[in-house]
């Protein structure tokens, strides 16, 4: 599964050769996240279109989460590859302007994080081409601990959270301003990749150190 400019395409293998299917036409897609207990589901971020949900390997889809993702602008969607003991995984969104949002449903219901707003940083918050605005670019579920989430914003912090998303330590001076990816990994517990506009990172995060600390 492919998301271009203005649609997905599905991609299948077969005895004859490959087969595609279009699908989310003239949406504008951002983001694309799997649901590793559920090989049919998936999750679609658009930009002016909100977020969509397929169970049919992006057959068909249906638009989810309006009552509560305010903004129709969803640049980042991504489901946690550790199992919560739910039928799905948690799944997060992020949107334009910035505020996160999570699912312990399979995306049935939505809940907004507010205190990733009331962090110091979040004034200084400002993407350079639309300065009014900025966005979470990515967000990152530890491969490792269920309660560990990282979010970028584009443009002006990489911040974390060590409970679920109910609280968030701001960004670290010298860690990077602007990522554009990030990630963790199951075998290397507490160690982060950050691929950002201002460089490259690694940091090793430990329980009293935070995102610290960081090597460019």
Same mark, same amino acid.
């Given at each position: 599964?492919?998301?271009?400019?203005?649609?997905?395409?599905?991609?299948?293998?077969?005895?004859?050769?490959?087969?595609?299917?279009?699908?989310?036409?003239?949406?504008?897609?951002?983001?694309?996240?799997?649901?590793?207990?559920?090989?049919?589901? +998936?999750?679609?971020?658009?930009?002016?279109?909100?977020?969509?949900?397929?169970?049919?390997?992006?057959?068909?889809? /249906? *638009?989810?989460?309006?009552?509560?993702?305010?903004?129709?602008?969803?640049? /980042?969607? +991504?489901?946690?590859?550790?199992?919560?003991?739910?039928?799905?995984?948690?799944?997060?969104?992020?949107?334009?302007?910035?505020?996160?949002?999570?699912? *312990?449903?399979?995306?049935?219901?939505?809940?907004?994080?507010?205190?990733?707003?009331?962090?110091?940083?979040?004034?200084?918050?400002?993407?350079?081409?639309?300065?009014?605005?900025?966005?979470?670019?990515?967000?990152?579920?530890?491969?490792? *601990?269920?309660?560990?989430?990282?979010?970028?914003?584009?443009?002006?912090?990489?911040?974390?959270?060590?409970?679920?998303?109910?609280?968030?330590?701001?960004?670290? %001076?010298?860690?990077?301003?602007?990522?554009? %990816?990030?990630?963790?990994?199951?075998?290397?517990?507490?160690?982060?990749?950050?691929?950002?506009?201002?460089?490259?990172?690694?940091?090793?995060?430990?329980?009293?150190?935070?995102?610290?600390?960081?090597?460019?």
């Amino acid at each position: 599964m492919v998301g271009m400019q203005d649609s997905v395409i599905v991609f299948e293998s077969s005895k004859t050769g490959w087969n595609s299917h279009e699908s989310l036409k003239e949406t504008n897609p951002q983001s694309i996240a799997f649901d590793p207990l559920n090989s049919g589901r +998936a999750y679609c971020a658009t930009f002016g279109n909100g977020l969509w949900r397929t169970d049919d390997d992006g057959q068909t889809w /249906s *638009n989810i989460g309006k009552d509560v993702i305010s903004s129709p602008y969803v640049m /980042s969607v +991504a489901v946690s590859s550790l199992n919560s003991g739910n039928k799905f995984n948690k799944v997060y969104a992020g949107t334009e302007p910035s505020a996160l949002y999570i699912s *312990n449903d399979g995306g049935n219901s939505w809940e907004m994080m507010k205190a990733l707003n009331d962090l110091p940083s979040s004034k200084s918050w400002s993407f350079p081409p639309k300065p009014w605005t900025h966005y979470v670019r990515w967000i990152e579920p530890d491969a490792n *601990n269920p309660d560990y989430i990282f979010a970028a914003v584009e443009a002006g912090a990489l911040v974390q959270s060590r409970d679920g998303g109910r609280t968030w330590i701001d960004r670290v %001076t010298q860690g990077p301003y602007d990522t554009h %990816t990030l990630t963790t990994h199951s075998k290397a517990t507490g160690r982060l990749y950050s691929s950002a506009g201002d460089g490259y990172y690694e940091s090793l995060t430990t329980e009293k150190r935070g995102l610290s600390p960081w090597k460019a």
